[in-house]
């Protein structure tokens, strides 16, 4: 398939809702090899940078296309980011992308494509000029977005989030400290001129300088190492995970947090690694096995206990919930056009669901670990705070740390360029003294 057709039907099945992460694979398989990293490229990078352009095709397009032509909305689009974001000669960039027109099979938009992109080369300066002072179109993220990032972080911290948002996102590996040391596997990096350094913050991370084919990585395939940002890499630690617990990872896949727990702590009597969707757990299996580890994969919800739990405690609970992922969005760009802010409500109040579902699972003096990849309060404090207020037996157990910043409830990483994801941990702990205390008198 011609690459720049297919990134414009991928760019069209954003706009009407689908998820990037969904439609990567599926249309990679349909772009020549040799072309993969510049589908990726340009996938990628209109979405990151759409917001921008979206203003752009305003001013350039004398009315906006039907949702039946999101194709060759999609096309306009990355036609603009080549022009303005890659090292591809503007020739090249606008014949390529006109002709992808015939291969979308709508003839009919050749000179508009065309005339669209001459007269965005023709009109740059004063373009940006126009839309120079409208935040959206500087900082490339919607207005909704950016008002909570700086009415809750101010302004030093909110453009640190946005900057590093519109970043390509660095690649981030975890070494299997079942298998050697982190010393020992960047030499083996070393040895293969792959550069490469020690994150910051978990004693197990490598930040690689550029991204790898994994099978370029000495031992993948082995289980030597997996791919993983360093802000997840933190989680398996701050459980302190103790031999013969019952451990239970709920919202598991991909699995990167369900092995991180089995490589740092093999003598758990069991991990229960529960994920909603049935067609995510593929992922979790693989990562599974080629790390030859295992754990009870159960397809259900986690926040309903009644269907899926056979009354043993568990001494340990990883909750990795579902949000609005806006400390990944540099992994995501899609997430720009596809959140609104109606959905942090709803999302809050799943995972303030998902909480009351599994506290009644976690032994007394037991500890759940509340985690978002969010840099939302909505997501995070807010919805620890309400859950403290109405669970009697709960309390905080601080996480004392030299990454983040301290928050009302755990502690809050941003998103930083070369650096980890944004990435929020509360911890929580049962117990015993507040369990006697409201027992009520007989």
Known sequence: MNTRAAVAEVIAQVLRGKSLSALFPEYSHKVAAKE????KELCFGTLRWYPA???????????????????????????LYQLMHTRIA???????TVAAVIKLKRPWAKGLVNGVLRNFLRQRDELETKLGKNPIYVRAHPQWLLDKFFSHWGSEIALQIIDANNQRAPMTLRVNQRKQSRADYLAQLTAVDIAARATLFSPQGILL???????????????????????????A???????EQNVLDACCAPGGKTCHILE?????????????????????????????????????????????????LFQRILLDAPCSASGVIRRHPDIKLL??????????????????????????EGILLYATCSVLPDENDQVVEKFLAETPDAELYTIEADWGITTNCGRQLFPAVDGNDGFYYARLRKSRQKQADNKPEE
Do not use: C
């Not at 300088?209 to 791919?227: H, K, R, W, Y």
């Not at 630690?237 to 031999?243: G, R, W």
């Not at 790390?291 to 009870?296: D, F, H, K, S, V």
């Open 339 to 364: 959140r609104k802010p109606a959905d942090i409500g709803k999302l809050a109040a799943v995972q303030l669901q998902l909480l009351r579902g599994l506290w009644q699972t976690l032994d007394t």
């Open 264 to 312: 740092i702590q093999p003598e758990l009597r069991q991990l229960v690694a529960i994920e909603l969707e049935g067609r995510r757990t593929q992922r979790v299996e693989d990562n599974l096995q080629r790390l030859g580890l295992e754990a009870q994969l159960i397809v259900a919800d986690a926040g309903k206990p009644e269907t899926w739990w056979n009354k043993q």
């Open 209 to 235: 300088q550029s991204a790898t084919d994994v099978a370029e990585l000495p031992g993948f395939a082995d289980g030597a190492v997996s791919v993983q940002d360093e802000a997840a890499q933190l989680a």
């Open 90 to 96: 503007d020739h090249a960039a606008l014949n390529e």
């Open 237 to 243: 630690s701050l459980l302190e995970l103790e031999p």
């Open 53 to 79: 352009i979206e203003l752009l095709l305003q001013e350039l397009m004398q009315k906006p296309l039907r949702e039946k032509e999101y194709e060759v909305q999609g096309l306009l689009a990355s036609g």
């Open 36 to 39: 993969l990293s510049l589908f």
